[in-house]
């Protein structure tokens, strides 16, 4: 199983990124795929989540409006298009996949870091 994330690097506030997450080895399709992200000396978060293509995805408040998170599941990739980016936004982003029926079953990727600075 794997989870590869990139797309991360330094952007100035208010640009733009997007994240890509590629994921092998486990059926795509029936895992419910989320972001996080852990700023240095903070908890991880829960920044935005798909269980599927069809369903409505959700987000943290702090994104709600400026991130949007989208799945390609014949690709078995995981996007997280992030615009108005801010400063406190810097964060290393993670992707998770957790099975939507075996809650215990969850897989991380090795994150991405994500620097907003003028």
């Known amino acids: 199983v794997q989870l590869v994330e990139s797309g991360g690097g330094l952007v100035q506030p208010g640009g733009s990124l997007r994240l890509s997450c590629a994921a092998s080895?486990?059926?795509?399709?029936?895992?419910?795929m989320s972001w996080y992200r852990q700023a240095p000396g903070k908890e991880r978060e829960l920044v935005a989540s798909?269980?599927?293509?069809?369903?409505?995805?959700n987000y943290a408040d702090s994104v709600k409006g400026r991130f949007t998170i989208s799945r390609d599941d014949v690709k078995k990739t995981v996007y997280l298009q992030m615009n108005s980016l801010k400063p406190e936004d810097t964060a290393v982003y993670y992707c998770?996949?957790?099975?939507?029926?075996?809650?215990?079953?969850?897989?991380w990727g090795q994150g991405t870091q994500v620097t907003v600075s003028s």
């Open positions: 998770r996949a957790q099975h939507v029926f075996r809650a215990t079953i969850k897989y």
């Open positions: 798909s269980i599927s293509v069809a369903a409505s995805a």
């Open positions: 080895g486990f059926t795509f399709s029936t895992y419910a």
